[in-house]
């Protein structure tokens, strides 16, 4: 048992040898797909990108010509409003010019206010004020400023049936000189609720990265693209050895899954003393320039023991999955254009490129079983400094599975 463990020790050192002496050439081939993994970064930033000052809807707002001054002042009031005055922009136009911008697109909607508007509101006609919304070429404006006068007319409905229900109650018992004041003061009280921005509006930030910010989450994506292309660089590690080889190397007791961890686990282990050089050397440019650390705050919130531990786990999860596709091919050139093809599109599938909340619903619950899904969770705890214990499984789970693969792929293979 203690020769054949030391036969695989043996194994396991003359890997590790030559993985490091392929490292100056895994520099250069990383070096060229730098490029194709920037632009996927950049062209998935400008996806999301969108500008933080949004332009408000422009509704314009037709008054009849005998509106009163309670009317013109309501409207006047509300439309200074900080939270209506960041969702709306209320014009006061005709109705002939009103429908005309409608139509060449320069009005989201249209409010025709009735005659008497406030006082039909207050003494129980409610005559509606009627909101036009365009026919065709609706943007995100029209749902939305839908949603707003939804709930506009909802908080309206609850302070007229406060206010009905006093006024019934007052009359029941023969309190009708009470029914004015009651009124007046439910008014306020209604006035002032609705004013109060706190009571209807909260700050929650959402967004579709998760917790990372835009730039992590592609540095996330860009990171393992990167890795997984460059292993094109250690096909001649990765892919099995001719048939004359192997054989001497089963001979000598060591198993063809265990030789293939070795080979995958070597590359790893060159990969992670490599990145933890340049981390090292980042750091210490941090330390000496403050642009440099500003820049690593963008992407590192934090790198230290758990960053190490995860890099551990996705580095053999990459390569286990490169060497498993090179097993299922031919040749070489077959090898690396499938590995491309597959890497891209688990990458895609995992929310990488695109963010799995702009995903379709059955692309969004199959993602836990794309093994890159893992992969790229685990590198957000690199950038994070903390561990993930599904991450950790899914990539031990993906490296079991792919040596098992490639262990099966080599066997159906052999003459």
Do not use: W
């Not at 129980?124 to 065709?136: D, E, F, H, R, Y």
């Amino acid at each position: 048992m203690n020769i054949q463990l030391n036969k695989i020790l043996l194994f396991f050192s003359l890997q590790i040898k030559a993985a490091f002496r392929m490292i100056p050439v895994i520099l250069a081939t990383t070096a060229c797909f730098a490029s194709i993994t920037g632009l996927a970064a950049f062209a998935g930033t400008k996806l999301l990108y969108s500008s933080s000052h949004k332009e408000p809807l422009n509704v314009a707002l037709v008054l009849p010509e005998d509106s009163d001054r309670y009317t013109r002042a309501a409207f006047s009031f509300i439309n200074e409003i900080d939270t209506v005055k960041n969702q709306c922009s209320f014009t006061e136009m005709s109705e002939d010019d009103a429908f005309n911008n409608m139509r060449d697109g320069s009005v989201d909607a249209i409010i025709l206010v009735p005659g008497q508007f406030i006082e039909h509101i207050m003494n129980g006609t409610n005559t509606p004020a009627q909101v036009i919304l365009p026919k065709s070429g609706s943007t995100s404006s029209s749902p939305l400023f839908r949603e707003l006068v939804n709930a506009g007319v909802g908080d309206l409905a609850i302070a007229q049936a406060g206010i009905y229900a006093v006024d019934d109650y007052c009359g029941r018992y023969g309190l009708k000189d009470e029914i004015a004041a009651a009124e007046l003061y439910l008014n306020d009280k209604y006035l002032s609720h609705a004013l109060d921005r706190s009571v209807y509006f909260s700050k929650e930030t959402i967004s579709s990265t998760g917790s990372l910010t835009l730039i992590q989450f592609y540095f996330c994506t860009g990171a393992v693209l990167l890795i997984m292309l460059s292993s094109i660089s250690c096909i001649s590690l990765l892919r099995s050895e001719n048939s004359c080889t192997q054989a001497a190397i089963k001979r000598n007791g060591v198993p063809y899954i265990i030789s293939s961890a070795c080979r995958f686990s070597a590359v790893s282990a060159a990969y992670l003393i490599l990145i933890l050089i340049i981390a090292g050397i980042a750091i210490t440019a941090a330390e000496l320039s403050p642009q440099v650390r500003y820049t690593l705050q963008d992407v590192f919130t934090a790198f230290g023991p758990s960053s190490v531990l995860m890099l551990a786990f996705a580095l053999p999860a990459i390569f286990s999955l490169s060497q498993m596709l090179l097993s299922l091919s031919d040749n070489t050139g077959a090898g690396i254009i499938l590995l491309f093809i597959m890497t891209v599109l688990m990458v895609f599938l995992a929310g990488g490129l695109v963010p799995k909340a702009f995903l379709p619903s059955v692309l969004q619950k199959s993602a836990v079983l794309v093994p890159a899904t893992y992969i790229i969770g685990a590198f957000r705890g690199v950038l994070c400094n903390n561990i993930d214990l599904s991450c950790i499984t899914g990539c031990l789970a993906v490296c079991i599975l792919s040596a098992c693969i490639t262990t099966l792929a080599h066997k159906l293979d052999m003459p």
